[in-house]
């Protein structure tokens, strides 16, 4: 993670790497609640296990070019809320499109 200075960042945007690919989520994702403004806002694309065909490939995936398990959107969830992070997200297939807002 770069240093950032004190002037806390108002907005966060992570592409699919970073939540898909990180081994340590909890860890990644608190050091960006530290780096984000009281009132900021973090949006984040990630690829997920939901129940279809393309799951297997997806876990196979992984496996071989990260090293990481495929994750559910629960497993997600429980990431975001044990971090105290309200999130909001929209699934289309396979794909997962999260939002988080601190202190809307």
Do not use: H
Not at 1 to 18: K, Q
Not at 46 to 72: C, E, F, P, Q, Y
């Amino acid at each position: 993670m770069p240093i950032i200075d004190e002037s806390r960042l108002s907005e966060i945007l992570l592409g699919i790497e970073f939540v898909t690919c990180s081994n340590d989520l909890k860890s990644a994702t608190l050091g960006l609640k530290t780096a984000l403004a009281e009132k900021g806002s973090m949006s984040f694309t990630t690829l997920i296990k939901n129940n279809r065909r393309a799951d297997k490939n997806l876990a196979w995936m992984l496996k071989k070019t990260s090293g990481v398990d495929a994750r559910d959107i629960g497993q997600l969830q429980a990431v975001f809320d044990e971090l105290g992070l309200p999130v909001k997200y929209e699934i289309k297939g396979n794909m997962a499109f999260i939002n988080c807002v601190l202190n809307s």
